[in-house]
């Protein structure tokens, strides 16, 4: 018995023991066949190898014959070969691994500038099938004459379909991703604003539900981990630390100064000192772009009004008809907006206490002051012998004071947080302010208002409450860690800039194209050029 029958022998009685005798020898067989397999595979390409070699020498002794002895036994050689092979070449795995021992050539030469073309690719199926041994007519061995001229000509052949069956491929390949492509850049312009939204908040410190950046189901899935819920919440405790310092960064405060009315009403101050010299600039006009500005602040209440007419506001009805004079003296416009922003301050207090028609007041009475320093911006622009510095300095202060009256608005006296759901309720915001704005639009439940800690949640410690009580093992305790922990993985920097949106074509489709442009024609030389070899031409 030989080595190997014995350790087939042992395998068998081994796997005997384990599986039963008919389970074992299936195994066995199958094991025998993959490795018979694998011989075939390498053989074949062995014989392929050895046939270029052969082949090519036999077309140069050919070319010039008489150059050793050697020529005198190489055609009883390549006879002897071809009978020889034929048992491994009968084979699938034999069949393939000789075609691709051929292959190889043909894919180097694939990558020579010029040569993958229909006609570059026709040479090289010609070359290979020319370098291709062919056997003589042999009574004794039972070998036939084969014609290199037909190996050539099939090789060419094997080229040219090659290339082109290639080319069809690719472009199959290379239509999807256009289609592909075409679909993302679509996507991608539909999503330019919200993505954009994505990318300052990230950049600026937010973070978001992982299902709210890119909602795909692996995110969701990923976001049900830790709670959906839950997951909100952790982020706008981690998001209200940002809020506050961008609130600071707009006012030009420290990054870590606490806001209070206190601090804003000294930076309103110190800007609001313009106004006095606005008060002297005399008449100021109304234009079209105020007249369509305030029917925007107005039209929402008016339309209100019409059908509930109980909900009547009387100031936003006195302001409505004041506010239809032609011009305005600049002193009392001063007077008024400073008496519309102290009313607005007072308002905002009962709204935050759910009184919804001070709410509504305070909203309309913002827009209006909005409006009003607007119009006096562009009269200013106007009017003849105004310091341009003023003109400056006013553009320039307006904005701050006005950042001040909506961070104002947007505060929480007891904590000195920024509530950003009250600060985005404002008409005009800029620069920081809008950013916190723009990511509360975007994602309200992750910029919500949050009072208490949020790092085992009353929801975690329910839930593993009720599977502990229903399995009695002890063990389910580690979720109420579980949770907490996949939501801070989620919600760290790296993991919320590894997911941002990307509208990337299907890379493997391109690869598979510029594969099958070159691996087609090749494999085609391949197999036309070893078929009298293989015996399909007999």
Request: aromatic share 4%; no cysteine.
């Amino acid at each position: 018995m030989s080595e190997i029958d014995d350790a087939i022998a042992k395998k068998l009685e081994r796997l005997t023991t384990l599986v039963g005798s008919d389970k074992a020898q299936e195994i066995v067989n199958q094991d025998i066949k993959r490795k018979e397999n694998e011989g075939n595979l390498v053989a074949g390409a062995k014989i392929g190898f050895r046939n270029l070699g052969l082949g090519t020498e036999q077309f140069i002794r050919g070319l010039v014959p008489g150059v050793s002895e050697r020529e005198k036994n190489l055609q009883n050689i390549i006879n002897e070969n071809a009978i020889k092979d034929k048992q491994v070449l009968s084979t699938g795995y034999g069949t393939a691994g000789n075609i691709g021992a051929t292959v190889l050539p043909a894919l180097a030469t694939a990558a020579i500038p010029g040569v993958n073309t229909v006609t570059g690719m026709a040479a090289t199926g010609a070359l290979l099938g020319a370098a291709q041994p062919t056997t003589s007519q042999d009574e004794t061995l039972g070998t036939e004459d084969q014609s290199r001229l037909i190996n050539t000509g099939i090789g060419a052949g094997g080229g040219v379909i090659g290339k082109i069956g290639g080319d069809k491929i690719a472009k199959v390949l290379q239509n999807r991703i256009a289609t592909s492509g075409g679909k993302l850049n679509k996507l991608k312009l539909q999503n330019q604003v919200k993505d954009q939204t994505i990318k300052t908040a990230s950049e600026n410190g937010y973070v978001l539900p992982p299902s709210q950046i890119n909602p795909s189901t692996t995110q969701k899935i990923v976001e049900g981990v830790g709670g959906k819920i839950q997951t909100a919440q952790s982020a706008s405790i981690k998001n209200q630390k940002v809020t506050n310092k961008l609130a600071n960064k707009a006012l030009g405060l420290d990054e870590d100064t606490v806001i209070t009315q206190k601090v804003l009403e000294e930076i309103r101050s110190e800007a609001g000192q313009v106004y006095d010299d606005i008060a002297k600039v005399g008449t100021i006009y109304k234009d079209d772009v105020f007249v369509n500005n305030l029917k925007t602040t107005f039209d929402d209440y008016t339309d209100m009004i019409i059908e509930f007419p109980d909900r009547k506001i009387p100031a936003i009805d006195n302001l409505i008809k004041n506010l239809n004079s032609e011009n305005f003296d600049s002193k009392n416009l001063v007077r008024v907006i400073k008496m519309l922003n102290r009313e607005n301050k007072t308002l905002y207090k009962g709204a935050s206490q759910g009184d919804t028609i001070k709410e509504l007041q305070a909203g309309i009475q913002g827009n209006v002051v909005d409006d009003l320093l607007n119009l006096i911006g562009r009269n200013l622009d106007d009017i003849e012998g105004v310091d341009k510095a003023l003109i400056e300095t006013f553009n320039k202060n307006k904005i701050i004071i006005a950042k001040t009256h909506a961070v104002g608005n947007a505060l929480d006296d007891s904590t000195s947080n920024i509530v950003a759901g009250k600060l985005a309720k404002n008409k005009f915001l800029t620069d920081e302010l809008k950013i916190i704005a723009d990511t509360f639009n975007l994602s309200p439940k992750s910029l919500q208002k949050i009072n208490q800690s949020m790092s085992v949640s009353a929801a975690d410690t329910l839930m593993s409450a009720g599977m502990l009580a229903a399995t009695g093992n002890p063990a389910v305790v580690g979720y109420m860690a579980a949770r907490p922990a996949a939501r801070a993985g989620m919600l760290s920097s790296a993991y919320q800039k590894m997911i941002q949106p990307k509208y990337n074509t299907n890379n493997i489709l391109n690869k598979l194209g510029l594969l099958a442009n070159k691996t087609t024609p090749a494999v085609s030389i391949g197999a036309g050029a070893t078929q009298q070899n293989r015996g399909l031409l007999e």
